[in-house]
């Protein structure tokens, strides 16, 4: 397991991933550079606020159905606006089952969403810990993928109606049956529904 810590001394991005017992992100300052090059390619990425009032859910894995959904209304602002930022993640490269984490997605352009929403809600960002789970798998070949599937969804819905779960994305296996799953939450003091 490791520890993410996303900071930006002066003027550029530092990065740091080392190993620990405990998973955590902590977001001390979001990289001041701007993945999208004009205003207009922005505006057109980046959810405006002003849309975001009269949405209570959000598709956060690649589970779609209402069960599965990431609730909005119980998050603080911070993590509801992570979670959109989020929604944006995408892989960079396609040896994301054993490539280093921190260089498989594209993070530069999560921070500049979390960064435009910031703006955007009026909100200065505060030093916030997240947690990160990363799971690198094998299937063996005579893995019921099907049924691995059912059980990972149903996983899911469990994670997601206990609270904090804000991000679940997993890839294809590789010519080796190798994946990587990966998850973000935020620790909530809700009650588990049953």
């Not at 159905?65 to 602002?77: I, K, V, Y």
């Not at 703006?119 to 299937?139: K, M, P, T, Y």
Request: charged share 25%; with cysteine; aromatic share 8%.
């Amino acid at each position: 397991m490791s520890t993410l810590l996303l900071s930006v001394p002066g003027s550029e991005s530092h990065w740091q991933d080392r190993e620990i017992k405990k998973s955590t992100v902590v977001v001390t300052e979001l990289p001041l550079e701007d993945p999208l090059q004009d205003d207009a390619e922005r505006e057109h990425h980046i959810p405006q606020l002003s849309n975001l009032p009269n949405i209570t859910h959000i598709i956060s894995s690649p589970y779609q159905d209402l069960s599965n959904q990431l609730d909005l209304r119980p998050l603080a602002t911070p993590s509801r606006l992570l979670a959109i930022a989020l929604s944006s993640l995408a892989v960079t490269r396609a040896d994301y089952a054993t490539a280093p984490y921190l260089e498989i997605f594209n993070w530069s352009s999560v921070f500049g969403t979390l960064r435009t929403l910031c703006s955007q809600a009026g909100i200065e960002w505060q030093v916030q810990e997240f947690h990160v789970v990363i799971f690198r798998s094998q299937l063996r070949k005579e893995a019921d993928r099907r049924r691995l599937g059912e059980l990972d969804q149903k996983s899911h819905e469990e994670a997601c109606a206990s609270g904090g779960l804000l991000k679940y994305w997993f890839g294809s296996c590789d010519e080796q049956r190798r994946n990587l799953a990966t998850c973000t939450f935020v620790l909530t003091s809700a009650p588990i529904k049953r």
